[in-house]
């Protein structure tokens, strides 16, 4: 669920409005419409995190109209039971008060037919509720278990195809799902020499063959240097950001390309030797210039505690020969 909530958080870009008087139903139909509204002119990465928004925004709300579900079956039985205790009177009511009571019952028993039909609604509602968090269940670990990695343009054209494909046949992807897919693979720049065919979601997996095989073969002559460069111990880091973002920039032909770019930032994240905890701080840079503060700080914390060790040794090392020395001056 934490990369569920980290991708959400990443891409997602719609806000999500319902009436809380309403059913459940009714809220699910109308999160569902505004979030189908809004992706309609979205990218395929900001369409699957608003899916996803939703999809948990639902199981907030079926979550907090749990109890009040639960007490309303308790409220809805409790009536159930006094009505039929008012039956019961009625039935056994001598038969001079049948006449000033028979209108009683009818009402009553219109009543009870009411509350059974809410009974039923409430029914429904859980049963919904149930099947959504299924569903969503379902999604989510399905997400977890797709374990494509990085793309490398290293790789030849018919591995990459392979392992895609491969993915594709284990998870019985159609088209369109296989197509959305290779276009959140890609980085941004490749992505953006899909053919119509795969953009508009209709490439079957010959015509995906082909694209990575064009995409590939036409990669810039500075792409191995960009797949090669990592920030190892004792580089600057400044010097290592500002010469990544000239090659990145020169190898996927985006002079204009901004320095923020979640794509770019995220990119040059995986190039950086460094512990968990800090290669996640850096995915998630809000920009550039907090990219570069956060790595910094890293590589100086690493050579003040590298600088420390040996310190100590040497001063260990200083007093273990002074004692040598006077043990001989005795």
């Not at 009536?79 to 009553?108: G, H, P, Q």
């Not at 073969?217 to 290592?240: A, E």
């Not at 990119?267 to 503060?293: D, E, G, H, I, W």
Request: proline share 2%; net charge neutral.
């Amino acid at each position: 669920m934490k990369l569920v909530y980290t991708y959400v958080k990443k891409y997602a870009s719609a806000n999500y409005h319902s009436c809380a008087d309403e059913p459940l139903k009714s809220q699910c139909k109308v999160l569902l419409s505004q979030c189908q509204q809004h992706n309609s002119r979205l990218l395929e990465k900001e369409r699957l995190a608003n899916e996803i928004a939703v999809l948990l925004r639902i199981k907030c709300i079926s979550e907090q109209m749990e109890g009040k579900r639960e007490a309303e079956r308790r409220c809805l039985g409790e009536d159930i039971e006094e009505i039929n205790e008012n039956l019961l009177k009625i039935a056994t009511a001598s038969s001079s008060e049948k006449d000033e009571l028979r209108a009683t019952a009818s009402n009553l028993s219109e009543r009870n037919s009411e509350l059974q039909e809410q009974l039923q609604r409430c029914s429904m509602d859980c049963d919904m509720k149930s099947k959504l968090l299924e569903s969503l269940q379902i999604k989510v670990s399905g997400m977890e278990e797709l374990i494509l990695g990085e793309f490398n343009a290293l790789e030849s054209p018919v591995s990459l195809s392979n392992k895609f494909e491969a993915l594709v046949l284990k998870f019985h992807l159609s088209n369109e799902d296989a197509c959305s897919f290779l276009k959140a693979w890609l980085p941004g720049p490749l992505a953006g020499q899909l053919s119509a065919q795969v953009n508009d979601n209709l490439a079957d997996a010959e015509v995906r063959r082909k694209e990575l095989q064009h995409i590939v073969d036409s990669r810039d002559n500075g792409m191995s240097d960009l797949q090669l460069i990592k920030l190892r111990r004792g580089d600057d880091p400044i010097l290592f950001c500002s010469e990544y973002l000239a090659l990145y920039t020169k190898v996927f032909n985006c002079p204009d390309l901004l320095e923020d770019d979640t794509s770019f930032i995220y990119s040059m994240a995986n190039k950086c030797y460094v512990s968990y905890p800090t290669r996640m701080a850096l995915r998630n840079a809000r920009s550039y210039q907090n990219f570069v503060n956060i790595l910094r700080d890293f590589c100086q914390g690493s050579s003040d505690r590298e600088y420390g060790s040996k310190a100590g040794v040497s001063v260990i090392s200083r007093g273990t020969g002074r004692q040598r020395e006077c043990r001989h001056s005795k």
